[in-house]
């Protein structure tokens, strides 16, 4: 017995170091640090893809979900970060963030868990509701975390180094991505005709596999924030964090109603909030239901569809680190607005996509998508920085990202009912129905070229930071 209440103490006690105690000493410890996160973040990053697009949309259509259905419950990413705003007190009042993170990333097993729900026995209606229920909880725990998770590696990278360590980060996190998504989709592909069930398992392995990963990587790395600290500036822990506490806890904490009050008087959270609406309505009126396009409509193969990604996105790795040094030169709004025309000529190409030229005009979107998403997700996420107040950084990220998630899921679910409606009522242009897919993609483009001028008109050079320069 005593032994077993040493090891559960050393236990304990290592555990504290590595989650409550694990500041950085030097510069090379914040560059190891950053390397972690980059093997972590790739993990993370290539289990969205294998829990979401191509992946989810079959698994979806296997238990019985219709297209539009699959396109709204493919956006529940979004809806979920609204518990975000549940959780945002909590988080904010933590002395450290690691462990939370950490504990976040190990619910992404239930990505996992819901590749196995066909090989259960149950009736579809169960299979449904599990694999729904699963694939939300996932997405709300991957959410709550997302905050803090941004505001620790934010810590870890000198403004100066934004653009370039995101690109480079970036870029290794896509070919991790792209060569698993490969892999995974000839998998699929090899067997959809007979035994599809045995794809899912290998698919929820992999995903298993990835979340460990992740766990671990993020374990590894060193947290810059402080919890209580003595009047020399160091900081306490065990006994005297305790007396700091205890001291502390009388301290107000401001109210949800202050902190909205807060956040929407200053005018540079209210343009950051604009532009995250408007791109998130560029996004989820047309970008949720391609990969259903790709698979039914078009008759895409798995293998195509995972090799012409695979190409694009060796392009979209190849740009990523030039594009970053030419965000840390000229601005990370300027590069996220040229940025969006890539996204924009891929709508385009979409749009115009039939059967019959799907070998030729797939490949060419695929391209302009890689040049657009090169830079869009990280000059989304620096504009978010630098227009954010530093002190209230991860409140705002949540205020910031509950909001939009919300405004983003109602989108969804709008053009959800619009593909509904023109596929059973298709618009006739020149004596040829349109697809559905075809005319969200060209609502698309109008709307990426909108969010395009707000940028060039509202964000652009008007950051804080830029004006005290």
């Known amino acids: 017995m005593n032994n077993l209440m040493v090891m559960s103490k050393f236990l304990l006690g290592k555990l504290r170091r590595v989650y409550f105690m694990a500041l950085p000493e030097n510069k090379q410890d914040l560059k190891r640090s950053r390397m972690w996160y980059t093997l972590g973040d790739s993990a993370n990053q290539t289990i969205a893809q294998l829990a979401g697009g191509t992946f989810i949309v079959t698994l979806m259509s296997y238990v019985g979900i219709s297209d539009a259905n699959i396109g709204i419950l493919t956006s529940l990413a979004s809806l979920a970060a609204v518990f975000q705003l549940m959780m945002m007190r909590f988080v904010n009042k933590l002395p ?23 090989l259960f026995t149950l009736s579809g209606r169960a299979k449904m509701i599990w694999v729904v229920a699963g694939y939300f909880y996932a997405q709300i725990c991957t959410q709550i975390g997302t905050p803090a998770n941004q505001d620790w590696i934010a810590s870890l990278v000198p403004s100066r180094l934004r653009g370039r360590y995101f690109a480079i980060k970036d870029s290794v996190a896509v070919f991790v991505t792209v060569s698993v998504m490969l892999i995974a989709g000839i998998l699929l592909d090899h067997y959809k005709k007979s035994h599809l069930t045995i794809g899912f398992v290998l698919i929820g392995i992999m995903i298993a596999i990835l979340v460990i990963v992740n766990f671990v990587a993020f374990s590894f790395m060193k947290e810059p924030r402080l919890s209580y600290t003595n009047e020399d500036g160091f900081e306490m822990h065990g006994t005297l964090a305790k007396r700091a506490k205890s001291v502390h806890k009388n301290d107000s904490h401001d109210s949800m109603k202050s902190e909205l009050k807060s956040a929407f008087g200053n005018r540079f959270f209210r343009k950051a909030l604009g532009l995250n609406c408007l791109w998130m309505t560029s996004f ?98 620096g504009i978010q920085l630098e227009f954010l107040d530093e002190k209230r950084r991860m409140i705002q990220l949540s205020l910031l990202s509950s909001i939009s998630g919300v405004y983003g899921f109602l989108i969804s679910y709008l053009g959800g009912k619009l593909l509904d409606y023109f596929q059973k009522n298709p618009l006739v242009i020149f004596q040829k129905e349109l697809y559905a897919q075809q005319i969200l993609n060209t609502l698309g483009v109008v709307l990426l070229l909108v969010t395009f001028t707000y940028t060039k008109l509202v964000i652009q050079g008007k950051s804080p930071k830029k004006q005290v320069r």
Do not use: H
Request: aromatic share 20%.
């Open 284 to 381: 989820y009126i047309a970008a949720p239901f391609n990969s259903s396009y790709q698979i039914k409509e078009l008759a895409l193969p798995y293998t195509f569809i995972m090799i012409i990604g695979f190409c694009s996105n060796l392009f979209r790795i190849y740009i990523s680190p030039k594009v970053g040094r030419l965000a840390d030169r000229f601005g990370m709004a300027k590069v996220f607005k040229y940025s969006l025309l890539g996204l924009l000529l891929n709508y385009l190409l979409t749009a115009c996509s039939l059967p019959s030229n799907a070998y030729i005009m797939i490949p060419a979107a695929a391209f302009f998508s890689a040049c657009g998403w090169s830079f869009i997700g990280i000059g989304l996420f």
């Open 96 to 118: 450290k963030y690691k462990f939370y993170v950490c504990f976040t990333v190990l619910q992404k097993l239930a990505f996992s868990l819901i590749y196995f729900v066909p």
